[in-house]
Every structure is written in structure tokens, then in C-alpha cells.
């Protein structure tokens, strides 16, 4: 499966199971939308996927402190934009 489309599957699995916010969704769907076409693995996209699949609403306040909080996962966002050159949506 491509990379991007990984990205697809678990942004849409995370917002319509673990009430993963529409705006952290938009801009992972923004970033799987520039990612090059046929690449089947991208280590910093992967890591952002497996933080994606551990993407928790109420993480790290358990009590092993497992999971990926909103906070996490949009400095994750940010770098991944910044590396692919995209912007936040509402950014100029």
C-alpha cells in the first residue's frame, strides 16, 4: 500500500473511532495529498502514522501514559508540513 494512502486509512480509522479533531484530520489528509506518488515508505510519514494509530483524545493520562494526545501529534503535523513545504490550512 502507498504511504499516502496509509496516511488516508488511519486519519479516517482515528476520526471516526477515536475522535481524532477535523482540523488535526485536514491537515494529515493535506500532507498525504503532497506525498509523491508510488513511495511506499517514508520514514518521518510512517513515524507520523504510528502516532496517528496510537492518536488517543484523552492520551498520556492513563495509567501507563500510552498514546498520542492532540498536542503530540500536531507538533508531529507541523513537522511533516514544514518538510513537505505545506501550509496549514487558514495559514497565509
Do not use: C, F, W
Not at 500500500?1 to 482515528?14: C, F, P, Y
Not at 495529498?33 to 504510528?50: K, R
Not at 492520551?59 to 496549514?88: D, W
Amino acid at each position: 500500500m502507498e504511504i499516502a494512502e496509509s496516511l488516508r486509512m488511519v486519519t479516517r480509522n482515528a476520526q471516526n473511532g477515536d475522535d481524532l479533531p477535523d482540523y488535526l484530520a485536514e491537515r494529515l489528509l493535506a500532507i498525504a495529498d503532497q506525498l509523491p506518488a508510488g513511495q511506499s515508505a517514508i520514514p518521518s510519514i510512517e513515524s507520523l502514522i504510528d502516532q496517528v494509530k496510537q492518536y488517543d483524545t484523552y492520551g498520556q493520562t492513563g495509567y501507563l501514559g500510552m498514546g498520542v494526545n492532540h498536542t503530540i501529534l500536531e507538533k508531529s503535523i507541523a513537522r511533516a508540513e514544514e518538510a513537505l513545504g505545506v501550509k496549514p490550512q487558514g495559514v497565509l
